[in-house]
């Protein structure tokens, strides 16, 4: 691409990164209209789960600025939508317009879309043009794509430690390792989630309520709990915040399971091996339920076996500087025999968080579906 076009795909790419974390389980998407001179038509970004597309509000600007977009060129981050759901297709609109070009990202990864997007847009005579801006956009929608691909979500693990890897003493004392930046920071990522999980250990010791109070939150994620036996109380904080509570369980308990549905839980029974829940089928369901990604904040056991069960695409962790000794690791994985044994990671990314240290690191090769 020369500069100007770099240009305008990066637009359309800010414009996608400022969707807000409700327009899941929709892909965060960017669209950019310019004239044959590169001049901007309109721009928009998709709005909230069942409002308009990227492509329907630059449309609707470029409209309310007083431009036609017949013959312009649209700037898109992702495939648009060929199939009817709660707003129009995308490609129809574009086409009913009169652009001229379009310019894509990627193709949709949606089985409903998969392509047909172009080619309809190419059936009507439009020059369409993909693979700008490819990598960007797909790790902005990497939770989409996972589900969309994998059938399952994107498994993110958040872990708060000390310089020496320890989570919480060995008396369970945990509260608070990392100061108030990280815990905000922590929050923020919660957010962007669509469902957070934790399991029945959590829940019993620290009786958390895990949901998004430190930043501003246009939604409450989901909250998924795995209670084998289900052992929830019913006075549990958890039950507070307006969202969906799913807990996955192995063993029934007619009366149990009646009280916590009465609390307004979503109980699922999927049973694995030894009386646990089946951690696989669980993202699978979670999946279904139009989950893009999964924040766990758990225990060490709990870590340990989305680790052991090869489920967990990345980790976020915030150390703080300062040792602890022996307690709780971030995930009771080991012992490991050989070095060649162990979980490869990839760093994306190092910051500091006040007086902590953000890391986010990728499982080597899980992206590469």
């Known amino acids: 691409m020369d500069s100007a076009s770099e240009e305008m795909m990066a637009l359309a790419l800010r414009l996608a990164r400022q969707a807000p974390d409700a327009a899941s389980p929709n892909p965060r998407v960017g669209c950019v209209l310019t004239d044959s001179s590169a001049r901007v038509l309109g721009q928009g970004h998709t709005q909230q789960a069942g409002g308009p597309h990227a492509e ?68 009507a005579g439009i020059d369409v043009q993909v693979g700008a801006g490819a990598r960007e956009s797909r790790e902005l929608n990497i939770g989409f794509f996972s589900r969309m691909v994998r059938k399952t979500p994107w498994v993110r693990i958040k872990v708060a430690a ?29 957010a962007r989630a669509d469902a957070v999980l934790t399991g029945i250990g959590t829940v019993l010791e620290d009786d958390p309520q895990l949901d998004v109070r430190l930043v501003a939150a246009t939604r409450q994620p989901h909250l998924v709990v795995i209670d084998s036996r289900l052992q929830t109380p019913l006075n549990a904080k958890l039950f507070g915040p307006a969202r969906q509570l799913f807990i996955y369980h192995a063993e029934s308990d007619s009366a149990r399971h009646a009280a916590l549905e009465a609390k307004g839980a979503t109980l699922i029974c999927r049973p694995g091996p ?42 976020l962790v915030y150390l703080a500087p300062k040792l602890l000794g022996p307690g709780r690791d971030m995930a009771a994985i080991g012992p490991l025999h050989a070095l060649g044994e162990a979980v490869a990671l990839q760093f994306l990314s190092g910051e500091m968080i006040g007086s902590d240290l953000r890391i986010v690191a990728r499982v080597a090769g899980r992206d590469t579906f």
Request: glycine share 12%.
């Open 162 to 190: 000390s310089l020496d890897g320890t989570t919480a003493l060995e008396n369970g004392a945990s509260q608070w390792i990392t100061a108030d930046a990280a815990r905000a920071d922590g929050h923020a990522w919660r």
């Open 56 to 123: 329907i509000m630059a449309l609707r600007d470029a409209a309310a600025r007083g431009h036609s977009v017949a013959g312009a060129t649209a700037w898109v981050t992702l495939e648009p939508c060929s199939h009817q759901g709660h707003t129009g297709p995308c490609c129809d609109a574009l086409a009913a317009a009169g652009i001229g070009k379009l310019v894509a990202s990627l193709a949709d990864p949606n089985p409903l879309v998969a392509g047909q997007g172009f080619q309809r847009l190419r059936a």
């Open 274 to 315: 030894g009386g646990k829940v089946d951690l696989a089928a669980m993202l699978r369901d979670l999946a279904v339920r139009e989950v893009n990604v999964l924040h766990v904040e758990a225990g060490h056991k709990l870590n340990g076996s989305l680790v052991r069960a090869g489920l967990v695409d990345e980790f």
